[in-house]
């Protein structure tokens, strides 16, 4: 597979297309799946790309539809054959989160508020080894190893060297995140260090929520915003769970959690700032 084929965003793009083409033809999800005597659940997972697209699918829709181009058929069964293909995620097992790793992996911005812990871009390899046993009780060291892996691997995207370096990465995190002693004090030592040496990259920016503040908007739950280099891929909302993930990319909750992510970056210290007490607290956990 090209190193340029992302399965997961290709799902995402041919989904938007055949809803797009469905709501030319002024059908309903639910008179295309009495059509081809399948659930409309089907279609909607089909539609926003949770689901893999098989070219049989992409035939019948097509049909449905009355698609008669044959260049449009062509490219969106090309478009399948490429969703069904593998990321290089695949080749550590079954990750839970893998949608979540296809889009950050084409990603150009992402905006993250986390409470509890190192946002996984930015972890160290002990930090992370320590969080994954810590949230994963039940895992075996092997599954751990994979997980920690998987996380390094996600972090070329921000190595300075990167040819598909993402373009821009903002941090808010709350102060409970610094002090919180994961692994070890000499663990998180050497994670605030890496946190301040990041922070210093012009495309990456961190703010801390002081526990001064009080009450805050981020408290009622961590999201993720991602940001894409085409048009046609519409900002994700993430939010990730325990046995299931969320991602919302209708405008107007695309807009609600923007305008949270902006509240929080008000509530925040500023960037200066956020490294003054990352500096403070990572020293005494030197101590």
């Known amino acids: ?57 992409v035939r019948d829709l097509c ?6 181009d044959e260049r449009v058929r062509a490219g969106l069964m090309e478009m399948a054959r490429e969703s069904r293909q593998r990321g290089w995620w695949h080749e550590f097992g079954d990750i839970p989160y893998s949608v979540y790793i296809g889009l950050e992996a084409e990603a150009s911005s992402i905006r993250a508020y986390e409470s509890s812990f190192v946002p996984g871009l930015l972890q160290t390899r002990e930090y992370a080894a320590a969080v994954v046993a810590g949230t ?11 997980r920690v892996e998987v996380r390094m691997k996600r972090q070329l995207r921000i190595d300075g060297d ?6 821009s990465l903002w941090v808010v995190i709350d ?12 663990v998180m030592a050497d994670q605030l260090c890496q946190l301040l040496a990041l922070s210093e ?7 801390v929520i002081p526990f001064s503040h009080g009450a805050h908007p981020g408290m009622s739950g961590t999201f993720s915003l991602m940001e894409f280099p085409e048009s046609a891929d519409s900002t994700v909302v993430y939010f990730e769970g325990v046995t299931s993930d969320l991602y919302l ?29 990352m500096h403070t607290i990572a020293e005494g956990f030197k101590q």
């Open 1 to 57: 597979m090209s190193a340029s084929v992302n399965p997961t965003v290709r799902r995402r793009r041919l989904g938007a297309e055949l809803r797009r083409l469905r709501e030319l033809k002024g059908m309903t999800a639910e008179e295309v799946a009495g059509r081809l005597m399948v659930s409309q659940s089907k279609i909607s997972r089909l539609e926003n790309g949770r689901r893999s697209i098989s070219q049989r699918d």
């Open 63 to 68: 049909d449905v539809y009355e698609v008669a």
């Open 136 to 146: 994963f009780p039940d895992y075996d060291a092997q599954a751990v190893q994979r």
């Open 162 to 167: 990167s040819e598909d370096r993402l373009g």
């Open 175 to 186: 102060e409970a995140v610094l002090r919180r002693e994961v692994g070890s004090r000499a």
């Open 201 to 207: 990259r012009p495309y990456i920016n961190l703010q």
């Open 249 to 277: 990319e209708k405008e107007a909750d695309v807009r609600r959690y923007t305008n949270l992510y902006d509240h929080l970056r008000a509530a925040a210290l500023s960037v200066a700032d956020s490294r003054s007490l």
